[in-house]
């Protein structure tokens, strides 16, 4: 494993933008000519030239699958011709074409204006995108690729007795001579968190992946890493502390603030894809129930219904005549019901309608619940200026 010492940047700076472009001029100066290195993306006002809109999904590793998935759930499914080929389209919206790309490279890529949307972890955006003003949050809660970034120290040694980052700071064994070190992939969050928190004598050091070996093998004393289940720590004999947790992370739909404004259609189809995540992912916790329920009327069919805790459903239940020809008279003593249920209480709900008279219970998942309202847009909107 290589591991390159990084100086910490305690300067108490929160941003690195905007990045600088270094202009080499070179050859003799009868044949002069610029050759210009982008050394980083840079603040513009402009905006790329083109007239497709540029989506960018992870191209691997752990949410690319599910990244798909949400949107095949969404009906957007991404048409790929094979998976080597890194630009697909989503046949549903027209004039988007979707760039297959790292996550991380994906918010770069939406700062320096060649993305205009993107879906990755936030703990990718927050570490790559620096607090760039640029890259807004439309979705800050796509339900799958939670974890969170966390500070974790070892069980053993002079650890044994520390269990939260003050008591870590406050340990004598850290001075300007020997600071604590630090292993992380997260160089940018990483000294952020330390000055926000006070710890002063700190040092980082970063590699690629394994970080978990870094306290055992004598390379660091602590390491700032993503944590899901926790495994990798624990067979590591490593421990999270109290107030050491950085962020909470899961998957996000970013943009970029000068294509939603500028670049014609942006705004469009962001409103479509994200009414349809808000649509799906509300859908993804309910049920549809319809059952048959005996009664005199539409009323005090409703009332039996209302009074059991869990069939509210979500505006109320909806009842609906059920009409039967009878002795040669049109009569409706039978009426329809349809109420929404949360998965969860669905076996709780389908007791309850039995309960109150209930038969022919009929269980459909759901694939949308569209609001009047979609309060995220109204928020994207609002964080616009719109
Ligand atoms: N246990 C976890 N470890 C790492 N990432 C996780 C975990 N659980 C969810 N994630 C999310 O998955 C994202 C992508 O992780 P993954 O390691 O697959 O890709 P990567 O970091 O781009 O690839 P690489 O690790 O090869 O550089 C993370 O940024 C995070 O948002
Ligand atoms: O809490 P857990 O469920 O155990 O997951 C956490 C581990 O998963 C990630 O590593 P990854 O699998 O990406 O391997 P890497 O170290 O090679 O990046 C992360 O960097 C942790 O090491
Ligand atoms: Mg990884």
């Known amino acids: 494993m290589s591991m390159s010492m990084l100086q910490p940047c305690l300067s108490g700076s929160t941003s690195s933008f905007p990045f600088k472009r270094t202009v080499l001029v070179c050859c003799a100066p009868s044949q002069q000519s610029h050759v210009e290195l982008v050394n980083g993306p840079v603040l513009d006002a402009r905006i790329p030239q083109r007239t497709e809109i540029r989506f960018g999904l992870p191209s691997k590793g752990r949410m690319a699958s599910d990244t798909l998935d949400l949107l095949k759930d969404c009906q957007l499914s991404v048409k790929q011709v094979n998976p080597r ?153 490593l421990k999270e502390i109290k107030c050491g947790i950085v962020l909470e992370s899961q998957a996000v739909l970013v943009a970029s603030r000068k294509a939603l404004i500028q670049r014609k259609g942006t705004l469009d189809i962001t409103h479509e894809i994200l009414e349809r995540l808000e649509a799906h992912l509300r859908a993804v916790g309910q049920f549809t129930v319809t059952a048959n329920m005996r009664g005199s009327s539409a009323e005090e069919v409703a009332e039996r219904i209302l009074s059991q805790p869990s069939l509210s459903g979500l505006q109320g239940p909806t009842v609906n005549p059920v009409f039967r020809k009878r002795d040669g008279k049109v009569a409706s003593d039978y009426f329809a019901i349809v109420i929404c249920v949360p998965k969860k209480a669905l076996y709780k709900s389908v007791k309850q309608l039995r309960a109150v008279g209930g038969s022919g219970v009929l269980v459909s998942p759901l694939t949308y619940i569209f609001d009047e309202e979609t309060p995220r847009w109204h928020e994207l909107l609002r964080k616009l200026g719109l």
């Open 85 to 237: 080929q890194y630009v697909a389209q989503i046949p549903q919206l027209a004039n988007l074409e979707v760039w297959f790309q790292r996550p991380k490279d994906i918010v770069r890529k939406l700062v320096s204006g060649d993305l205009d949307l993107g879906i990755v972890g936030f703990d990718t955006v927050s570490e790559y995108g620096q607090g760039n003003e640029d890259l807004i949050l439309v979705h800050d809660a796509l339900e799958y690729g939670d974890c969170h970034l966390s500070l974790a120290i070892p069980k053993y040694g002079i650890f044994e007795n520390i269990n939260s980052l003050k008591e870590l700071a406050q340990m004598p064994q850290w001075t300007a001579e020997k600071p604590l070190r630090v292993a992380t992939g997260f160089t940018y969050l990483g000294p952020k968190f330390m000055i926000e928190n006070g710890l002063k004598y700190v040092t980082f050091s970063t590699a690629d992946g394994a970080l978990e070996a870094a306290p055992a093998m004598g390379i660091a004393d602590a390491i700032l890493d993503l944590v899901s289940s926790g495994t990798t720590l624990k067979e590591n004999n």
